[in-house]
């Protein structure tokens, strides 16, 4: 009993937290702990975007101009807990691949 009341306070003194978190500063930030994202799950984004950055500068040197697939790839692969578009807007606001970032929010504002 006493590990899941222990958990439980940690979950509680989360929340209160991310209350504290400036939402215009760090709203990916504050999106993952809000949504219960795990680390696992968060390493596993991370490895995502890694990938689809590394796909985006291909492309790009390759001469693409729509970068609507790769964002449809996003989209699919997010963990369901997040979402899409929410979570592109935020990761540009903290500076996650910011050029990936602004071709994704290019294609959302079409």
């Known amino acids: 009993m006493e590990h899941t009341e222990q958990n439980e306070t940690i979950n509680f003194y989360l929340q209160l937290l991310s209350r504290t978190i400036d939402t215009n500063r760090y709203p990916f930030t504050r999106m993952i702990i809000i949504n219960n994202v795990t680390k696992s799950e968060f390493k596993t984004l991370l490895k995502l975007l890694e990938g689809l950055h590394y796909q985006y500068i291909t492309q790009k040197e390759e001469g693409f101009l729509d970068f609507s697939s790769l964002l449809v790839q996003f989209a699919g692969m997010l963990n369901e807990k997040l979402n899409p578009d929410e979570t ?15 071709e994704f929010i290019h294609v959302l504002e079409r």
């Open 88 to 102: 592109v807007y935020a990761l540009k606001k903290e500076g996650y691949y910011p050029s990936l970032m602004e």
